[in-house]
């Protein structure tokens, strides 16, 4: 089993920056890939960005590439998500996940983190 705990939430003006920080504990040498996804009010769940734990390749959707930098720290077991140039739609609740495969569901979930931007 893996844990993981996410901080750094809270709420920004437009055009500002926030980092949310994901700690990892238990079985974390199971982990092949770590990353983001963001639940706004009224919508679906969505895929931010990830990170391969071992070769540190990030992926990222479309609407924050170029603004958001996902990031790992093997030794700490953390990950990272630094959000620049928010936008008021990027408000969310963020989620920490974890897979133990290249491909499939994520078998680990964060408790989630709020982040709200303000026009």
């Known amino acids: 089993q893996v844990q993981l705990v996410e901080s750094g939430g809270g709420l920004v003006q437009a055009g500002g920056s926030l980092r949310l920080s994901c700690a990892a504990s238990?079985?974390?040498?199971?982990?092949?890939?770590m990353g983001w996804f963001r639940q706004a009010p009224g919508k679906e769940r969505e895929f931010v960005a990830t990170?391969?734990?071992?070769?540190?390749?990030?992926y990222y959707a479309e609407s924050v590439q170029g603004r958001f930098t996902v990031s790992r720290d093997n030794a700490e077991n953390t990950a990272a998500l630094q959000m620049n140039s928010l936008k008021p739609e990027d408000t969310a609740v963020y989620y920490c996940?974890?897979?133990?495969?290249?491909?499939?569901?994520?078998?680990?979930w964060g408790q989630g983190t709020q982040v709200t931007v303000s026009s």
């Open positions: 990170i391969t734990w071992r070769g540190g390749v990030g």
């Open positions: 996940v974890a897979r133990r495969t290249i491909v499939g569901r994520y078998d680990y």
């Open positions: 238990g079985r974390t040498d199971s982990i092949y890939i």
